[in-house]
T-cell receptor, first 116, second 115 residues
Framework: GAGVSQTPSNKVTEKGKYVELRCDPI?????LYWYRQSLGQGPEFLIY????????DSGLPNDRFFAVRPEGSVSTLKIQRTERGDSAVYLC??????????????FGPGTRLTVL | AQKVTQAQTEISVVEKEDVTLDCVYE???????LFWYKQPPSGELVFLIR??????QNEISGRYSWNFQKSTSSFNFTITASQVVDSAVYFC????????????FGGGTRLMVKP
């Protein structure tokens, strides 16, 4: 079946601009996660959703970052007033559930964001 | 707090050699899960294995094997008879029951298998 998809695959923007990154999880997966991976490092957790609600947003670095999942499927990560330090690969993952014991998270190909 | 350490940042081997990637973790949870993911040059993280803290049995899957030792907080990954296609960055990750469902990743080990 189809895996996690993310669009766009690459995004180049200028400092100060607003960007939106989209994630389409595996069909039937109720939990969705966003991570950020800087060059040469492991992914770092940003936020996760169980259904439509953000269950844990403790990894969001500041209030310029926001994510939504209005219908419990597709999610959008929004970054306002982008800074050069936001440049990274943004990874999305989904799992069957997020209740109780941890389910395996399956990752999308990522969106490479470059802020000039 | 959770932490995963992959001390080997880069390993280079010649094809057909065996190679072990080390992973050491820290957690206060008694129930936790450990994972290995592979990230080939294409960039997508590929799930390899998941192990819970109550199951210390070693696992073998083809050329891959994993050694989980709670006594040393380690979850090492061995590739037998390495192949060029094994070249990738490998990440060890941890999820603790009380820490929520987030994965805490190590810094990764870049494996280069030369023909």
């Amino acid at each position: 079946g189809a895996g996690v998809s993310q669009t766009p695959s690459n995004k180049v923007t200028e400092k100060g601009k607003y960007v939106e990154l989209r994630c389409d999880p595996i069909s039937g997966h109720t939990a969705l996660y966003w991570y950020r991976q800087s060059l040469g490092q492991g992914p770092e957790f940003l936020i996760y959703f169980q259904g439509t609600g953000a269950a844990d947003d403790s990894g969001l670095p500041n209030d310029r970052f926001f994510a939504v999942r209005p219908e419990g499927s597709v999610s959008t990560l929004k970054i306002q007033r982008t800074e050069r330090g936001d440049s990274a690969v943004y990874l999305c993952a989904s799992s069957l559930t997020a209740a109780g014991l941890t389910d395996t998270q399956y990752f999308g190909p990522g969106t490479r964001l470059t802020v000039l | 707090a959770q932490k995963v350490t992959q001390a080997q940042t880069e390993i280079s081997v010649v094809e057909k050699e065996d190679v072990t990637l080390d992973c050491v973790y820290e957690t206060r949870d008694t129930t936790y899960y450990l994972f290995w993911y592979k990230q080939p040059p294409s960039g997508e993280l590929v799930f390899l294995i998941r192990r819970n803290s109550f199951d210390e049995q070693n696992e073998i899957s083809g050329r891959y094997s994993w050694n989980f030792q709670k006594s040393t907080s380690s979850f090492n990954f061995t590739i037998t008879a390495s192949q060029v296609v094994d070249s990738a960055v490998y990440f060890c990750a941890l999820s603790g029951y009380n820490a929520g469902n987030m994965l805490t990743f190590g810094g990764g080990t870049r494996l280069m298998v030369k023909p």
